[in-house]
């Protein structure tokens, strides 16, 4: 059995009963980076062996897994925060185990654009979850596409690219769209600000951002 076990965005306490279960009950935990997993682990005392598995040796580290798992080995993939495989390695290994009939059981917990979205105050009755652009190449093509939409989207960004994203907001949806921004997550700063595209430009630029980001933004119906 994989079990892929959703783990605090911030907060420690945001973990649920059955996910400490498992961790302490699996053979193998893998992580995406064993010292920032360690940290949680040591705090409610789990001592399960930790197997770093991130996206520069998840391809490498596949088959070994698989093995693993075919023996009868009970393993638990999680990542630096949140639900594996939303932003973060894991489709690569499920895909795996689905096309080789090895049961995978995901378990529900948190994930960072729900919270962003539901806070929002934009419509989140519908909604598309892009996650993060490309970088370059692709990206104009992906605004062209996010533009057009009816429904709320929501994207991942870094504090470093945010004035970028929001000027993108601007050029290609419009001065007035509604949009959210959500930082530091379940974290002591935690924050949204709802406004319209330009005026968040505004405070951005006035005040730089820190930490993990969530952008939503308003459909063009809206």
């Known amino acids: 059995m994989l079990y892929l076990v959703p783990t605090p965005l911030g907060n420690l306490e945001d973990i649920t009963l059955r996910a ?7 053979d193998i935990i893998l992580a995406e980076d064993t010292r920032t997993s360690s940290v949680l682990l040591k705090h409610y005392k789990i001592q399960t062996s930790l197997q770093a598995f991130h996206a520069f040796n998840e391809h490498k580290s596949l088959q070994n ?9 009970q393993i638990a ?12 390695p894991g489709f690569l290994l499920v895909r795996a185990c689905v096309e080789q009939n090895i049961k995978v059981s995901c378990l529900p917990g948190p994930v ?14 519908r909604f598309y979850f892009e996650g993060f652009l490309p970088h370059k190449k692709g990206r104009q093509t992906r605004w062209q596409y996010l533009s057009k939409l009816d429904c709320t989207f929501v994207l991942y960004e870094s504090p470093f690219r945010l004035v970028k994203c929001i000027e993108e907001v601007i050029n290609y949806c419009g001065a007035h769209r ?9 974290k002591i700063f935690e924050e949204t600000i709802t406004l319209d595209a330009a005026d968040m430009l505004s405070h951005f630029k006035a005040k730089p ?14």
């Open 77 to 88: 993939l999680i990542t630096d925060a949140g639900t594996p495989g939303i932003s973060d």
């Open 65 to 73: 897994i698989l093995r693993m798992l075919g023996e009868g080995k």
């Open 20 to 26: 400490l279960q498992t961790l302490q009950h699996a």
């Open 209 to 222: 951002p820190k930490g993990e980001i969530v952008v939503v933004v308003a459909g063009h119906s809206e």
């Open 112 to 125: 960072a654009f729900i919270p962003a979205l539901v806070t929002s105050g934009i419509p989140c009755d």
């Open 178 to 186: 509604k949009m959210s921004v959500s930082r530091e997550i379940s």
